[in-house]
């Protein structure tokens, strides 16, 4: 069992768990993420590694609330224990001195995108992150991400906080006004595919974290498959960064809308099973 350390309630539905890991914390690199289940009967999900802490044998994972698994984790406090907790798996984010990076975090990619951002200060970029939430109360460690940035962006879809509007729109206006030499994106999809849209006709290499559904998260199911410049890759051991502007952001859509029909049927296969009862 991998014993939580803490526990923290970042936001609505989010959440934040330090587990004592030391094993998967020595090797931890910004990019890589983690497979866990919870217990026995327990789906295996992938979290990305948030933080970690050598000397304290310690990772920490950022999570929202959505299906059966992140729902058990939410319900774990200091003290209990997690059956697996595998990793460190896939590619580490390529970090290097690349000048300008604009870091582009939506929703709980924030977490995600703190050891990134955090390493390509270390290395001597100019790191500008811009954060977008649906609203003020989903915002977490916008302290933390503004002492890892020289330039801080905040954007709520409501205007609740921060700039009213999307991540894009800081983005372009970035591109429009100065050099920049790398964006990073990790948010929902949508989200970036739309940063892909915006920096293409600037021409700036563009990272983003690619999020399919993973089973095994070791390469050997086949199910993170996602298609990039025209070649089937895995998510898991190829990924799960990819050059954003090569990736088929609509098959990656489709197949997560597939996997959402699939489970809709299931749902009501069961409640039509529970009726007859
Ligand atoms: C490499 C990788 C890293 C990830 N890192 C994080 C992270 O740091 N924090 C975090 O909150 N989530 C992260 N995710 C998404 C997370 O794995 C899913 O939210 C989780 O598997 C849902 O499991 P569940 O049993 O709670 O929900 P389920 O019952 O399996 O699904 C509920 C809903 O969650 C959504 N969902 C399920 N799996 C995924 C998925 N892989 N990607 C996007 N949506 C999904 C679907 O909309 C589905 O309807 C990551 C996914 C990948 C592939
Ligand atoms: S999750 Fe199985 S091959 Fe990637």
Same mark, same amino acid.
């Given at each position: 069992?991998?014993?939580?350390?803490?526990?923290?309630?970042?936001?609505?539905?989010?959440?934040?768990?330090?587990?004592?890991?030391?094993?998967?914390a020595?090797?931890?690199?910004?990019?890589?993420?983690?497979?866990?289940?919870?217990?026995?009967?327990?789906?295996?999900?992938?979290?990305?590694?948030?933080?970690?802490?050598?000397?304290?044998?310690?990772?920490?994972?950022?999570?929202l609330?959505?299906?059966?698994?992140?729902?058990?984790l939410?319900?774990?406090?200091?003290?209990?224990?997690?059956?697996?907790? #595998?990793?460190?798996?896939?590619?580490?984010?390529? +970090?290097?001195?690349? /000048? &300008?990076?604009? !870091?582009?975090?939506?929703? =709980?990619?924030a977490?995600s995108?703190?050891?990134?951002?955090r390493?390509?200060?270390a290395?001597?970029?100019?790191?500008?992150?811009?954060?977008?939430?649906?609203?003020?109360?989903?915002?977490?460690?916008?302290?933390?991400?503004?002492?890892?940035?020289?330039q801080?962006?905040i954007?709520?879809?409501?205007?609740?906080?921060?700039?009213?509007?999307?991540?894009?729109?800081?983005?372009?206006?970035?591109?429009?006004?100065?050099?920049?030499?790398?964006?990073?994106a990790?948010?929902?999809?949508?989200?970036?595919?739309?940063?892909?849209?915006?920096?293409?006709?600037?021409? #700036?290499?563009?990272?983003?974290?690619?999020?399919? +559904?993973?089973?095994? /998260? &070791?390469?050997? !199911?086949?199910?993170?498959? =996602?298609?990039?410049?025209?070649?089937?890759?895995?998510?898991?051991?190829?990924?799960?960064?990819?050059?954003g502007?090569?990736?088929?952001?609509?098959?990656?859509?489709?197949?997560q809308?597939?996997?959402l029909?699939?489970?809709?049927?299931s749902?009501?296969?069961?409640?039509?099973?529970?009726?007859?009862?």
């Amino acid at each position: 069992m991998y014993r939580i350390i803490a526990k923290e309630r970042l936001a609505e539905n989010i959440h934040l768990l330090e587990v004592e890991a030391p094993e998967v914390a020595k090797k931890a690199q910004p990019g890589q993420f983690v497979v866990v289940r919870v217990d026995e009967e327990g789906e295996r999900i992938p979290l990305t590694i948030a933080d970690w802490d050598v000397e304290k044998g310690s990772m920490t994972i950022i999570f929202l609330e959505v299906g059966t698994t992140t729902r058990k984790l939410a319900c774990l406090n200091a003290g209990d224990g997690i059956l697996n907790f #595998v990793g460190p798996l896939g590619r580490p984010t390529d +970090i290097d001195h690349f /000048g &300008t990076v604009v !870091c582009v975090a939506g929703g =709980v990619g924030a977490a995600s995108l703190f050891p990134i951002s955090r390493s390509l200060k270390a290395c001597g970029n100019e790191v500008i992150t811009i954060m977008g939430a649906r609203t003020k109360q989903l915002i977490f460690w916008e302290e933390r991400l503004r002492s890892i940035s020289h330039q801080l962006i905040i954007t709520t879809d409501d205007g609740s906080y921060g700039r009213k509007g999307v991540v894009t729109v800081p983005l372009k206006e970035l591109l429009e006004a100065r050099k920049v030499d790398r964006v990073i994106a990790i948010g929902p999809a949508v989200m970036m595919k739309f940063c892909c849209l915006t920096t293409k006709p600037f021409g #700036v290499s563009t990272i983003v974290s690619l999020n399919p +559904i993973m089973v095994d /998260g &070791t390469g050997m !199911c086949g199910c993170c498959r =996602v298609s990039v410049e025209g070649e089937t890759r895995f998510a898991c051991v190829d990924g799960p960064d990819f050059d954003g502007h090569k990736v088929d952001w609509d098959l990656l859509m489709n197949r997560q809308r597939a996997y959402l029909e699939e489970e809709r049927k299931s749902l009501e296969l069961w409640e039509t099973k529970a009726l007859k009862k």
